[in-house]
């Protein structure tokens, strides 16, 4: 009995153990809950990264899992570090950046994006896209500012402006004095500060009328346009001086009528089409402008049975819409292009396109090279010849001519004799890199590409660049490929493809950096 009291009267420190022991094991399950309720928010995935404007980009995503906000970050391409540049809540897939001066946007620059889920409870961030996805934002002209438009005669206007950034040509516009609509006067050059508009049946001047002048910056590598001074200058043109009073000749007896020769024909039909051939005159004179022809069909036509002939058949053909990796730019559908007479002795370079978004779409651009000569531009619907214009260049580029000088002299430094065409190719290449620096003097790879094609030329190979831009890696093949080199560089990188033997070599340089 004894023994049995001894046990009851332990019960109640053996239960006070068993239920700190309950409490104890109740506890480790709670514990396993907790952890079970961190929520860490997924990987974000972005979809896409585009220019929705100028110096706006576009950002989209797909929702991450438990994220209560997005964190989105961007850098320059090549840069180590991100820059964290907004916050949006979890609702949203996307967010557009625009440039600002904490946040800056620059023209011909490649940018990187990625984006970060983040949850507010768990205050846990997500893994990210460490690649990001970029884009290069184009270079867009700046807005052109006047100085004077001047009216000293009653048929001439000259236009004056200031050089603005990123502009590699310009367009002349005018207009009656309240009018609404522009009217095209003229392209010119990125290098010309000032044109004279003389009076013609596509921009016609009236004596004693008012006009209003504005000009405006037109990017070739981005196809981008600049702002333009909306109000401009008003100018009045002069009244026509009064003509002189003429002596009436003496009459002579009555011979027979010599037929006056009929003026040039505004418009040409052909197969059913008419079309209006203002800006294809008979002739052109290249100087220092840039000379545009154009044909404008009346209606609907297809772009490809515009054709041309230039020289004769006689220019030497560097590209055409059937060439392999022809990259045509923005708003460009069709392009060829082409040089008069030999390589070493270009006349002119030669670019004819379909771009339904200019304001002449099917165009001949002709640019003066190294030195005067003529010959003749025809152009055809479905192989009819509708014009030929004969054009006369009066003299050389001085740009072109300083470059080919500078190759000249780039070629007799580093060739020597014995030398096979790869050693001279890869003795271009080492010699601008170790004579030349990239900061200093400014030679980069857009310069390095041109000396590369220009030696490629002149022993005799084919050369086209290679740039390689928005939304294209090195590895995805030759990416954009432009043959006119004004409108080749624009941000990215360029290089030089030399087809030799068959096959394509892709060859790049640039001075060093110092």
Not at 439 to 457: F, I
Not at 505 to 510: K, W
Request: include cysteine; charge should be positive.
């Amino acid at each position: 009995m004894k023994e049995n009291c001894r046990k009851v009267t332990s019960c109640p420190f053996y239960s006070l153990f068993l239920a700190l022991l309950a409490v104890l094991l109740m506890g480790i399950p709670a514990v396993s809950v907790q952890a079970a309720g961190v929520k860490t928010p997924g990987k974000v995935n972005i979809t896409s990264v585009k220019m929705t404007g100028n110096n706006k980009v576009t950002i989209n995503w797909k929702k991450a899992s438990n994220a209560t906000k997005y964190r989105i970050y961007y850098k320059q391409s090549g840069a180590r570090s991100w820059k964290a540049i907004a916050d949006v809540s979890s609702g949203k897939t996307s967010y557009t950046h625009t440039s600002n001066n904490r946040n800056p946007l620059a023209g011909g620059k490649k940018y990187v994006y990625t984006v970060r889920a983040y949850n507010k409870t768990s205050r846990k961030w997500g893994t990210y896209d460490k690649n990001g996805k970029g884009v290069t934002v184009p270079i867009v002209p700046g807005k052109v500012k006047l100085v004077s438009v001047k009216a000293n005669v009653y048929n001439k206007v000259t236009v004056t402006w200031n050089k603005t950034s990123n502009a590699s040509s310009y367009r002349i516009y005018y207009k009656k004095a309240n009018a609404k609509n522009w009217t095209r006067v003229t392209d010119v050059k990125g290098s010309l500060r000032s044109y004279v508009h003389k009076s013609s049946k596509s921009a016609a001047l009236i004596a004693g009328t008012q006009y209003v002048y504005t000009v405006r910056a037109y990017n070739s590598c981005s196809k981008k346009w600049g702002s333009y001074d909306a109000k401009g200058i008003t100018v009045k043109v002069p009244a026509k001086p009064a003509a002189k009073p003429t002596v009436p000749p003496t009459p002579q007896p009555t011979a027979t009528p010599i037929p006056t020769q009929a003026p040039s024909a505004n418009t040409v039909t052909a197969h059913g089409v008419t079309f209006d051939m203002s800006y294809f005159p008979e002739t052109a004179i290249v100087g220092d402008d840039m000379e545009c022809l154009s044909v404008i069909p009346k209606s609907t036509i297809k772009p490809t049975d515009i054709t041309y002939k230039i020289a004769n058949g006689n220019a030497q053909q560097l590209c055409s819409p059937a060439t392999p990796n022809l990259h045509l730019g923005y708003g460009t559908e069709y392009e060829s292009d082409y040089y008069v007479s030999d390589w070493k002795n270009m006349v002119a370079y030669i670019k004819t396109s379909y771009e339904p978004e200019m304001y002449l779409e099917h165009r001949v651009e002709i640019y003066n090279q190294l030195q005067a000569g003529t010959f003749p531009v025809s152009v055809y619907y479905k192989n009819t010849l509708l014009r030929t214009c004969q054009v006369t260049v009066t003299g050389a580029d001085s740009k072109v001519v300083k470059y080919r000088k500078w190759m000249n002299e780039l070629e007799q430094k580093a060739w020597t004799s014995g030398m096979t065409v790869m050693e001279k190719l890869t003795a271009i290449k080492k010699y601008i890199y170790d004579n030349y620096t990239y900061t200093t003097d400014g030679v980069m790879c857009n310069a390095g590409a041109q000396a590369l094609l220009y030696a490629a030329r002149d022993l005799g190979l084919t050369a086209r660049y290679r740039f390689v831009g928005p939304q294209y890696d090195y590895e995805k093949g030759y990416g954009d490929v432009y043959y006119h080199f004004g409108s080749a560089f624009c941000g990215g990188h360029v290089c030089t493809i030399i087809t030799m033997d068959g096959k394509d070599y892709i060859m790049e340089t640039q001075g060093h950096e110092g």
